[in-house]
């Protein structure tokens, strides 16, 4: 069993940045393939960004240019820093980490834009 943990949503004003975490514990011993995604109310889940084993990373065309995806596999964190933040930014924010077939998910952060 693997477990995420996210932190570091919140509200920020229009324009500001934040950097979430998520850090992974239990069976795992690196990261290696995994991403964000959202969800904001009414609406689907949907994925931000994310990395391939491969070491290829590919992102939403709503957040090009404005946040980027890394991770720490010493530490097991998977990172996302968003700047230029927009109030449709507005979502609960959910790390993913994809290992032997299986999907993780962590609880989710908030992360409010204010116009």
């Known amino acids: 069993q693997v477990q995420l943990v996210e932190s570091g949503g919140g509200l920020v004003q229009a324009g500001g940045s934040l950097r979430l975490s998520c850090a992974a514990s239990?069976?795992?011993?690196?990261?290696?393939?995994g991403g964000w995604y959202r969800q904001a109310p009414g609406n689907q889940r949907e994925l931000v960004a994310a990395f391939t084993s491969g070491g290829r990373t590919n992102s939403a065309d709503s957040v090009k240019g404005r946040f980027t995806i890394s991770r720490d596999n010493a530490k097991k964190m998977v990172y996302l820093q968003m700047n230029s933040l927009k109030p449709e930014d507005t979502a609960v924010y959910y790390c993913?980490?994809?290992?032997?077939?299986?999907?993780?998910w962590g609880q989710g952060t908030q992360v409010t834009g204010s116009s």
């Open positions: 239990g069976s795992i011993f690196s990261i290696n393939a």
């Open positions: 993913n980490v994809y290992l032997d077939h299986h999907n993780y």
